[in-house]
């Protein structure tokens, strides 16, 4: 099993690779969560935006000659791609990386801009590991492991070192699982540093696998996933990360897809900073009372952030409204577009911010004299929209048809 001893070794060899990203403090999710202090670990700063360069920089850097010269094959749904595709760059190994097709074309092409060959195999991860373990046999390549391997885990382990160098009177430590080699490697540091600080696992509910496995004493496999979160979007750990997690992890929660929408949303909008799904699980833990932080010090690790600007902006909307702060109406107008002013009008009057306008297809359900209008409103509260929507609704000409929000708009 991996050792601190382990985890300082690829501190040492990681030591002018990686960035010593930064712990961010934030007294919104403080006050939000009823934690003492949270800390936010950004691995989404980085280098190839994810802690995955810390473990296949650490692995690859250990290989014999020979394997350096016959190149290294491995299997990614994006973030460990780009690890391997940057540590074979800076050691001088050919890489050819397998990524199924969810993998956001924003992660395939940083990959392949670090120079790795790309070969997209699969539907889902699964299938993709199982090619590049045939390429890896058929082609004679040394196979990097995303997480059940022992250097990868030590040198993902390096982020719970730098934590707690950081912060070393942290009390709780919340980092997403997929395969384990996160979790695996920070709780070998913080618990050897410490056992009484708690090590805490978080998952989404359509890729909880890790809990029943600890419930049961033996790997849990999902027969499929569903999850936004696709970079941690696993079926199983394996037998070294279940090891590690069973005898260092102190509990595993599950968060909904629509709780890391929220916390994605928060992030962006309290922290500055962009996490993908898969960074924002241990915050949405946090924020949606999964875990019981009262009083504690708390570090999420924000593991990622390569997303597409495109899924992120929307993903973001979706917590938005999952908080009451964004609502989308369909509007009756009996003068279009005269009247459209006039909504305008009464949304700015509301101090909302008016997001987005489409003029809509009349459906058998609609007044066939009247134009159906979609508008967007973003705004501070589900009262703020409320007012807002009743505002539109006592307009001349104008009714609201139908609305998404809580059940009282």
Known sequence: MVTVA??????????????????????????????????LKLENVQRTGSFKIRGAYNAMAQLSEAE???????AS???????????????????????????????????????AEVVVEGGEY?????????????????????????????????????????????????????????????ATAVKAY??????????????????????DDEIHVLSEVDTVAEGIADARLLEKTFAVVRERVDDVVSV?????????????????????AAGAAPVAALLSGAVDV?????????????????????????????????????????????VLGDVTGAVERAGAELDAVERTRRTAADDLDRTPVRVAVEGSGPDHLYEVVEALDELDGVSVARKSLDTRV
């Open 126 to 186: 699964e299938r993709s590991y199982e090619h590049a373990l045939e390429l890896a046999e058929e082609e004679n390549l040394a196979f990097v492991h995303p997480f059940d391997d022992e250097h990868v885990i030590a040198g993902q382990g390096t982020v719970g070192l730098e934590l707690l160098e950081q912060d070393p009177d942290v009390d709780m430590v919340l980092v997403s699982i997929g395969g384990g080699g996160l979790i695996s490697g920070v």
């Open 68 to 74: 350096r010269e016959r190149g290294v094959v491995a």
């Open 256 to 276: 909904s897809d629509a709780d890391i929408t929220v916390a994605m949303a928060l992030l962006t909008e309290r922290a500055k900073t962009v996490a993908e």
């Open 6 to 39: 382990d985890v300082e070794a690829a501190h040492e060899r990681l030591g002018d690779v990686v960035h010593r990203t930064p712990l961010d403090g934030s007294t919104t999710f403080a006050e939000r969560s009823g934690a003492a202090a949270v800390g």
């Open 77 to 115: 749904a994006g973030n460990h791609a780009q690890g391997v595709a940057l540590a074979g760059q800076l050691l001088d190994i050919e890489a050819t990386i397998v990524v199924p097709e969810v993998t956001p074309a924003a992660k395939i092409e940083a990959t392949r801009g670090y120079g």
């Open 194 to 215: 410490d056992s009484s600080i708690r090590v805490v696992g978080v998952q989404p509910e359509g890729a909880a696998h890790a809990k029943p496995s600890l419930e």
């Open 294 to 338: 009262d009083g504690e010090r708390v570090v999420a690790v924000v593991s990622g952030g390569n997303t597409n600007l495109t899924d992120h902006a929307e993903l973001c909307r979706v917590g938005l409204e999952r908080l009451g702060r964004y609502v989308e109406v369909t509007l009756e107008l009996d003068d279009w577009p005269t």
